[in-house]
């Protein structure tokens, strides 16, 4: 969520509180990472992956940079071990789908996997508890991973979810999007 997820870390601000549970599922430079940890506090926790070591190093030093790491488990793993690692009652979780800022766009987020993560995470979920995935589209699946996103969401439960979409009318056709699900009631597995 850089400069221009005003808006997303205005709702995540308001929505998380201190002593809440949350996930980063891409960890990647670890800007996203700090934010959480400052908006749960020194008595929550921000569950943060990512399966390079270069993406887990740079949020290990931006976190101990800000004396945030005692508030923040680090996992080098792929997001789909989301479900193994992270316990029930998560009150937001932040998606960063493409590649890590920076590195090779060789390492990219796929639909297959990121499709389980969110699936799994919404089973984690808190009522009210919401997911944010920024969807970027400029690596090589990025449109196969967007269309699984929009489709998989898209067919979800509207008593359960509210599913939201927003876009860049005025940046072109493969600007990134975001995508909220918010869950609205109690366990639904």
């Not at 205005?10 to 990472?33: E, F, S």
């Not at 908006?39 to 004396?67: M, N, W, Y």
């Not at 009652?89 to 639909?111: D, E, H, K, M």
Request: hydrophobic residues 40%.
């Amino acid at each position: 969520m850089e400069n221009t997820q005003t808006m997303l870390k205005m709702y995540l601000q308001h929505l998380i509180q201190p002593g809440d549970q949350v996930i980063d599922a891409t960890a990647g430079r670890g800007k996203d990472t700090l934010f959480l940890a400052e908006c749960v506090g020194p008595e929550g926790r921000v569950f943060a992956f990512d399966i390079q070591e270069e993406a887990i190093q740079s949020t290990r030093e931006l976190l101990a940079a800000h004396k945030m790491l005692d508030r923040v488990a680090l996992f080098q793993e792929s997001h789909t071990e989301i479900g193994r690692l992270v316990p029930q009652g998560i009150r937001a979780a932040v998606f960063n789908l493409g590649y890590l800022p920076g590195s090779s766009q060789t390492i990219i987020t796929g639909p297959e996997t990121t499709l389980r993560a969110v699936n799994d995470t919404l089973k984690l979920l808190v009522a009210k508890g919401a997911i944010m995935l920024t969807v970027y589209r400029g690596h090589s699946r990025s449109l196969e991973e967007a269309n699984t996103l929009n489709a998989y969401a898209a067919e979800l439960s509207k008593k359960d979810f509210h599913v939201l979409q927003g876009m860049y009318l005025n940046q072109g056709e493969t600007s990134p999007y975001w995508l909220t699900i918010q869950k609205n009631r109690g366990d639904h597995s």
